[in-house]
């Protein structure tokens, strides 16, 4: 069957400081990795997708992939109030196998 | 991305009746699927939904319960079946392929 793991939190960071998040799977025939955001009674929405190894960038948000340990990570620099939110993790194949495997999600909380 | 809606965002609802939700997209897409999250839970997936053909299923999942139509590229429905208070969920659509993009959801209470 296949996992992915995250830690439920909550992680607690200060203003400014960097969030990092992590996630491991355990199907290693996934090919893409997506991180989405969902804030209380929200719908999840995409923060960035990986599918190569090594760290992808955007904005303040920076995706890493280690194919070989199996473990996806998500870096927030300069954390703000409003990254306060649950982070889920997802690991998937493509095209007409895209469907998505869910973490539990880790609770981010970022305090002033 | 596309922009996705879903009919209704809320519903209370009886034991032993069903609810139908729809999930309207903007531009054609090549997959829809249907997922549900129970309270305090993560995302599981329900069904891929099929243009012109029947939806596949995940384990634990069955057509009977939670029977899916997707007509055209752009639209699909859920119907969640004979309710009882385990269905209690919020309900979420999401298309794709590849990088997937989910609707606003369909909070549902069964009392």
């Known amino acids: 069957q296949k996992e992915v793991e995250q830690n439920s939190g909550p992680l607690s960071v200060p203003e400014g400081a960097i969030a990092s998040l992590n996630c491991t799977y355990s199907?290693?025939?996934?090919?893409?990795f997506f991180w989405y955001r969902q804030y209380s009674g929200k719908s999840p929405e995409l923060i960035m997708f990986i599918y190569s190894n090594g760290d992808k960038e955007d904005g303040r948000f920076t995706a890493q992939l280690n194919k070989a340990s199996q473990y996806v990570s998500l870096l927030i620099r300069d954390s703000q109030p409003s990254d306060s939110a649950t982070y889920l993790c997802?690991?998937?194949?493509?095209?007409?196998?895209?469907?998505?495997?869910f973490g539990t999600g880790t609770r981010l909380q970022v305090t002033l | 991305s596309a922009v996705i809606s879903q009919k209704p965002s809320r519903d209370i609802c009886q034991r032993g009746t069903s609810l139908t939700i729809q999930c309207q997209v903007d531009?054609?897409?090549?997959?829809m699927f249907w997922y549900r999250q129970q309270p305090g839970q993560s995302l599981t997936l329900i069904a891929t939904?099929?243009?012109?053909?029947?939806?596949?299923?995940e384990s634990g999942f069955v057509i009977d319960k939670f029977p899916i139509s997707r007509p055209n590229l752009t639209f699909s429905t859920l119907t969640v079946s004979n309710m009882s208070p385990e269905d209690s969920s919020i309900y979420l659509c999401s298309v794709g392929p590849d990088t997937q993009y989910f609707g606003p959801g369909t909070r549902l209470t069964v009392l």
């Open positions: 997802a690991s998937g194949g493509t095209g007409t196998a895209s469907k998505l495997t």
């Open positions: 531009s054609q897409v090549t997959m």
């Open positions: 199907d290693r025939g996934s090919q893409s």
């Open positions: 939904a099929n243009q012109g053909s029947e939806a596949t299923y």
